[in-house]
């Protein structure tokens, strides 16, 4: 959170934008703002800021075609802000290439959390990492290790795969969609309940109790997260 320096924020509530700026404002962060989805792509062209809170219901565009475009060209944070049992546009939205989303109404805690999540994640990027540690567990991804309380643990080669992808967006939401590209390729869309069948795999092999995960999270209907 603490190098943040300017931010925008594209939401047609006025209520939303105003608590949003305020408590920025407040840590000395500038605030961009517009209710609109084309101008807000204008903003961020003409004076790019380090982070977007983009709302999906916008009186223009939709915040997903807005997540899509500034995607072309730009690799700012994006998180999304969704009205609840917008779940589909939650993960369009995250397909799209937004980092993370809130479901309306969030607090200002909760919303900071996500920040410090995204930026964390940017801020330790750059080269890529082959070493994780986590609990009682080390991966080593040159090696294809695997190491819990110092005793070598077999995954195979899908279970590592997914492992890495989420270890890779530690904190971030990723969609099953992505997974399943990934992992097999288009067109196997419809095969989610091979992801279940491998987190539920990976769960009783890495987490102390698999019916209460810490690390493995699943987002229901949307994807899994690897919680730090
Ligand atoms: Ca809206």
New binding site residues.
């Given amino acids: 959170m603490n190098k943040l320096s300017k931010i925008l924020i594209i939401?047609?509530?006025p209520q939303?934008r105003k608590v949003i700026r305020s408590n920025f404002t407040d840590q000395g962060v500038k605030v961009l703002e517009s209710y609109l989805g084309e101008e807000g792509i204008r903003i961020h062209a003409s004076d790019p800021v380090e982070l977007i809170i983009l709302?999906?219901?916008?009186?223009d565009i939709s915040?997903i075609e807005v997540a899509r475009r500034i995607r072309e060209w730009s690799a700012v944070p994006i998180i999304i802000?969704s009205?609840s049992g917008q779940e589909r546009d939650k993960i369009d939205a995250l397909d799209a290439g937004a980092d993370d989303y809130l479901t309306k109404p969030f607090s200002m805690a909760e919303l900071q959390a996500r920040i410090r999540a995204v930026t964390r994640r940017l801020g330790s990027s750059g080269i890529e990492q082959t070493f994780y540690k986590f609990g009682n567990i080390e991966v080593d991804v040159q090696s294809y290790k695997v190491i819990k309380a110092g005793v070598e643990v077999h995954l195979t080669p899908k279970e590592f795969a997914f492992l890495l992808i989420l270890l890779k967006n530690i904190n971030k939401i990723v969609t099953q969609k992505f997974i399943i590209n990934s992992l097999w390729g288009a067109n196997h869309e419809k095969d989610t309940h091979y992801l279940r069948i491998i987190m539920k795999n990976l769960r009783s092999k890495l987490e102390e109790d698999p019916t209460r995960p810490k690390f493995l999270i699943t987002e229901l209907g949307v994807g899994y997260r690897f919680v730090e």
């Fill in positions: 939401e047609d509530e939303i709302d999906i219901g916008l009186p915040g802000l009205a």
